[in-house]
DNA sequence: TCGATTATTCTAGTTTCATGGAAACAAATG
DNA sequence: CATTTGTTTCCATGAAACTAGAATAATCGA
């Protein structure tokens, strides 16, 4: 993931409705939701929910599928893991023995940091 | 990770100087880095680092040390792995059969998703 | 075709954030 | 104590983001 990917992506997630609409998504799986789904859940008007969702979609973080009159918006499981890889990127210069990072269950066998 | 912790954390790292700052940090391991030192790094005014430093403690993402006349800022991987954790959270609803995400790097075994 | 439903775009008002020079502050040094 | 060096705070300016009502577009059922 480039750099500027990994801030598009973070910016949408550093906002309360936006991250949880992203959670929402997650938490359905590759089933997704639909807009007005997801907008009842919330309790978000309807021009807010469009503006957050095509926000998502422009950092590459969801998906949006339409379906006759409705969309079917998903989460996009492999952007969020390679964000996740460039958080943890070569951390501590690629020294485990630093011991940068406690063992949790964040940390992989194969990682720099564990 | 609280909701709250998280969307503090994610938007202090949407940012370009921000996350430059961080991944640094994570690079640099346990050591850390002085704040001089990662200015010059990064070519920052004295105002703007300091602007975007305590950003960064204040989301709990680094932590500062004062030493004599420097402070040396070290990157929180308990809070960076917090935040991976609060993102992959139950996703699928936990049902792995689903399919959610294919299987990279960032996923582990005993994952809800792969 | 027409009306109802669903979703997006337009628009404007409000708020919040980023920047960096200058000044202030704190700690070590002479 | 005065000076130097490293860092932070203050502040004014400019830029960008958030919100949601209203208008618009697209689709479906009757």
């Known amino acids: 993931m480039e750099t500027n990917d990994a801030i598009a992506a973070l910016t949408a997630l550093g906002h309360a409705k ?30 807010t929910l469009s503006f957050h969702l095509k926000e998502l979609v422009h950092a590459g973080l969801i998906t949006a599928e339409p379906q006759g009159r409705f969309v079917c918006y998903r989460a996009a499981f492999e952007a969020m893991n390679g964000l996740i890889a460039y958080l943890t990127d070569n951390c501590c210069a690629g020294s485990p023995q630093d011991g940068c990072a406690p063992m949790t269950s964040a940390c992989r066998p194969g990682d720099a940091c564990c």
Chains 1, 2 share one sequence.
């Not at 359905?28 to 907008?39: E, F, L, N, Q, S």
């Open 18 to 47: 936006r991250l949880a609409i992203f959670r929402l998504l997650v938490v359905a799986g590759p089933t997704g939701r639909m807009a007005g789904d997801i907008g009842d859940e919330l309790g978000l008007p309807g021009a």
